[in-house]
């Protein structure tokens, strides 16, 4: 069963536009919600990160909605770059216990030059 | 360190055969995770260390798998009998006891030929 659900999979945009990628979740008790961002070779690393009593988290180009109401929550890259081609990951986060992070399927972003 | 190390980056093993990779969390991180990420996947959840002990080892896949952290700081995964299905990227975590944010190392692909 998958508790993180993230479309699409992969998404071509051209250099200057707004790359936005959506997750759903299912579990209500999740309360953190992090993206992550994974370049080839490497290891994922935290971009953003946002919490449920919160609509909207806003740091530079990168922004995260979130719809408590719904379960879900999307991230936008503002005037996305080359450089911001990779991999990106929502998470989920309970409270409880180990906190360990449910991710989402991932998607493979290009930003076209 | 400044991150969390892992070694080593890459390893070749043959089927049957016994690994271990190591995870070097970052100093003061209390919580150490090990995940895995399958290819064209989000990483999967193996198990948890809160100081010494295995906290949550719900994400094992079987008994092949085992993993230690005598001293509450460098974690070792350990792989008995190793598969052809165990091929896949190893990563560690480690997160201070202050917050949920989980730092990854840059992962440990393991190929079983």
């Known amino acids: 069963q998958q508790q993180v659900k993230q479309s699409p999979q992969s998404l071509i945009v051209q250099k200057g536009g707004i790359s936005i990628i959506n997750c759903a979740y299912e579990?209500?008790?999740?309360?953190?919600f992090p993206w992550y961002q994974q370049f080839p070779g490497k290891g994922p690393a935290l971009l953003i990160a946002?919490?449920?009593?919160?609509s909207e988290k806003k740091e530079g180009r990168f922004t995260i909605s979130f719809n408590k109401s719904a379960k879900q929550f999307s991230l936008h890259i503002m005037d996305s770059q080359p450089g911001d081609s990779a991999t990106y990951f929502c998470?989920?986060?309970?409270?409880?216990?180990?906190?360990?992070?449910?991710f989402g399927q991932g998607t493979r972003l290009t930003i076209n030059p | 360190g400044a991150g969390v190390s892992q070694t080593p980056s890459n390893k070749v093993t043959e089927k049957g055969k016994y690994v271990e990779l190591r995870c070097d969390p970052i100093?003061?991180?209390?919580?150490l995770y090990w995940y895995r990420q399958s290819l064209g996947q989000g990483p999967e959840f193996l198990i948890y260390?809160?100081?010494?002990?295995?906290?949550?080892d719900s994400g094992l896949p079987n008994d092949r798998f085992f993993a230690v952290r005598p001293e509450g700081s460098v974690s070792t995964l350990k792989i008995q009998r190793t598969e052809r299905g165990d091929s896949a990227v190893y990563l560690c975590?480690?997160?201070?006891?202050?917050?949920?944010?989980?730092?990854f190392g840059q992962g440990t692909r393991l190929t079983v030929v």
């Open positions: 975590a480690s997160s201070s006891y202050q917050g949920p944010e989980a730092f």
């Open positions: 579990n209500t008790a999740f309360d953190y």
């Open positions: 946002i919490r449920p009593d919160v």
């Open positions: 998470a989920a986060i309970q409270p409880q216990g180990a906190q360990k992070l449910v």
């Open positions: 100093s003061g991180h209390t919580a």
């Open positions: 260390f809160q100081g010494t002990g295995a906290a949550d």
